[in-house]
């Protein structure tokens, strides 16, 4: 595992950070208990707890109790339930708290905030629970023009934000500009349904449905050899020794301005594939591949 310097604080966090939510909390307190202790294995010190389950929470909590607090990093998410309240968020807070047995988040984030949904009152209470250390620091995570408002607030201190393969220029943009502000870059979706559904077709050698790629003239119909053009994604999937999600999670990682990437694993093995990654070097004339399929997708 690789280390990034986070903030000011010259805290050091891995490059991978594990999101827990509703998937694994579906499966159940053991599963998520495992996949952390995977992660601790894995020398991954920062988890992201998607909801504030109180089953996910404590199994969370468990886990994580089997190393010092100081050690990890972790951060949970707050207005799933799109209650921006003053009120609504220190009661989420305290009972995520009370819930994990932490003693504390390093940061708090908000989920998507609408323009009108995050009163004056709301961020005011949350800087006095992150005075009163409850909180060690604030994000906002989204994809959506509001959120360069929120970025442009200087409010927070980490912003939340898709990064893949074929990012929009609005995406890179609002990344700029929250790091202009000294904000320091948590990144998700690395392998988005866009392309994965472009590998299970291209696999079973049917049809590919509409989407991004038949946006841009890549639908249903294209030969063998179309795949193989410059501006196809394809090759994601078709370079010896790796897998598309793979390429496509090193890609974010060879971006000096992320601080980590979300993954979601779906199990132990999963996790221990994903966690290599860090350590591996794209192969030569990839990234170039990348960018010049990305912009002929964009063209």
């Known amino acids: 595992m690789r ?106 984030v908000l989920e998507r905030p609408a323009e009108n949904e995050l009163p004056q009152s709301s961020l005011t209470a949350l800087k006095a629970m992150r005075k009163a250390e409850y909180v060690r620091m604030l994000g906002v995570s989204g994809d959506e023009a509001v959120t360069d408002l929120y970025v442009s607030t200087g409010a927070f201190d980490v912003l939340f934000t898709p990064f893949h393969a074929n990012v929009p220029w609005q995406v890179r943009s609002r990344m700029k500009a929250a790091r202009d502000r000294e904000m320091s870059l948590f990144v998700y979706d690395y392998f988005p349904d866009s392309l994965a559904t472009e590998r299970r077709a ?30 196809s994604f394809a090759f994601l999937h078709r370079t010896p020794g790796w897998t598309g999600e793979a390429i496509c999670l090193a890609y974010v990682l060879a971006d000096p301005a992320v601080t980590s990437v979300l993954i979601r694993p779906r199990d132990r093995a999963h996790l221990e594939d994903l966690a290599s990654v860090p350590e591996r070097d794209l192969p030569a004339g990839l990234s170039a591949q990348i960018e010049m399929a990305r912009v002929d997708a964009s063209a």
């Not at 707890?49 to 089953?55: A, C, Q, T, V």
């Open 3 to 108: 280390y990034r310097p986070f903030g000011v604080s010259g805290a050091a966090v891995s490059s991978l950070t594990i999101g827990l939510g509703v998937e694994a909390a579906a499966r159940g307190p053991s599963h998520v208990r495992d996949l952390v202790f995977a992660g601790l294995e894995a020398g991954v010190n920062a988890y992201h707890l998607e909801r504030l389950d109180p089953m996910l929470l404590q199994a969370a909590g468990e886990a994580l109790g089997h190393v010092e607090r100081r050690l990890v990093w972790v951060s949970a998410c707050l207005g799933a339930d799109r209650d921006f309240s003053a009120t609504g968020l220190g009661r989420s807070l305290e009972q995520g708290l009370h819930a994990s047995g932490l003693g504390w988040f390093d940061m708090a």
């Open 202 to 231: 291209a696999d079973a050698g049917a049809p590919r449905k509409r989407g991004l790629f038949s946006a841009v003239g890549w639908g249903g119909g294209r030969s063998e050899a179309d795949l193989h053009r410059p501006g």
